[in-house]
């Protein structure tokens, strides 16, 4: 928490790599912990390419969902870097 509050001096975001064993009382818990911190702090949510299905998608779209409910704001892209087959 105090290196969040420390971090959001600067510009900050907090990125989530979500695959298929990602549970959604941890996605949560991180949420509220965010919006305890600093609300204004914008959530990325990565699925993880190698891991990526339908259901990851699922997910992540309902994780989406838990930051509306917040009124936190999120995003999801994709992890560009394996695209380009960067390590």
């Keep these: 928490r105090r ?4 971090a959001s001096r ?3 975001f907090v ?3 979500i695959c298929k064993s990602t549970e959604t ?6 949420l509220d912990f965010i919006n305890d911190a600093n609300p204004a ?4 949510f990565q699925p993880d ?9 699922i997910k992540i779209d309902y994780y989406k969902s838990l930051c509306d409910e917040r009124y936190l704001t999120c995003c999801a892209i994709p992890q560009i870097h394996k695209i380009a087959g960067i390590r």
């Design 3 to 6: 290196f969040l509050e420390i």
């Design 10 to 12: 600067k510009d900050v």
């Design 15 to 17: 990125k989530m790599v």
């Design 25 to 30: 009382p941890d996605v949560a818990e991180a």
């Design 41 to 44: 702090v914008p959530i990325v």
């Design 49 to 57: 390419s190698v891991d990526f299905d339908e259901a990851v998608e």
